[in-house]
């Protein structure tokens, strides 16, 4: 005789099973340079998995484009245009989330290379030093800052966008990579200094052929980009590699997690 089990929510301990451990529904996540590349499919990420969204980047058309294809498959999104290097313009970002119902998840993804042009250190000017370190490591200092403030005594998660290059020396990258260390560092100070009811980890993407990953690189263009860097995975990234990292991040599934960078890099 077969005996037949009906399913349910809960595993077999009784808990949260797996599925529902992954889904961020009635949450409200904030995502910053969510325009385009990493930011955008951290986005859609984020909405398949049932979190209300606050988009934020500086090109408005970007936003409103994300938005419609948010909205077209079932979510939500509200967009604030916004200059991350502006503390005033990230608070005008957390009031959004505000009247959203509260800040649940709050994602540092913008930043890159303001001009697009990588630098050996011994031939970065100050200027481009600075400028580096504001859109790298000072907004999500901010981003951080704020998003604590604006969570109070909620159960929160930030999850903050580093970079595979800031595991080791970058010749070319140097301010880049700098930046991105130090974001790593930020992290994990961010993480003690919120515990227990803030969750604060990164996640670093290798390589993924982003506009801005286009831009700033000049690899020959008649040889596979994954051969030239020997990814043991066979291929590059996508925006929804990050994407799915981070819908971990903010999860419950990753909920005995904090002050963690995970490197998703397709094994480089």
């Known amino acids: 005789m077969t005996t037949r089990h009906n399913a349910s929510h809960k595993g077999l301990n009784g808990e949260q099973n797996m599925t529902q451990a992954f889904r961020l529904d009635g949450k409200v996540a904030v995502v910053t340079g969510a325009g385009k590349g990493i930011g955008r499919g951290i986005a859609l990420q984020l909405a398949n998995a049932g979190a209300k969204l606050v988009i934020s980047a500086r090109t408005a058309a970007d936003l409103d484009s994300l938005a419609g294809e948010i909205s077209a498959a079932g ?35 913008a930043g890159g290379l303001p001009d697009a042009t990588p630098r050996y250190l011994t031939r970065t000017p100050e200027d481009r030093w ?25 159960k ?53 052929p982003t506009e801005n ?13 994954e051969k030239l860097l020997g990814v043991p995975l066979g291929r590059l990234g996508t925006p929804d590699d990050i994407g799915n990292a981070v819908v971990f991040m903010a999860s419950d599934a990753s909920g005995w997690i904090t002050g963690q960078c995970l490197y998703v890099t397709g094994g480089l």
């Open 75 to 109: 979510g939500s999104a509200v967009c604030v245009p916004a200059d991350v290097t502006v503390e005033e313009q990230l608070e005008a970002v957390a009031a959004a989330g505000d009247e959203a119902g509260g800040i649940d998840i709050w994602v540092n993804n």
């Open 213 to 225: 990953f286009n831009d700033s690189t000049n690899f020959p263009d008649d040889k596979p980009l």
């Open 156 to 208: 929160g998660a930030i999850i903050n966008i580093s970079s595979a290059a800031a595991r080791k020396g970058s010749i070319k990258n140097g301010p880049y990579a700098a930046s991105k260390a130090a974001v790593n560092s930020l992290t994990e100070t961010f993480a003690i200094e919120l515990a227990p009811d803030i969750r604060v980890n990164a996640v670093a993407p290798g390589p993924i």
């Open 130 to 154: 600075d400028a580096q370190l504001d859109l790298n490591l000072k907004a999500v200092f901010n981003g951080c800052r704020i998003a604590a403030a604006h969570m109070q005594d909620r």
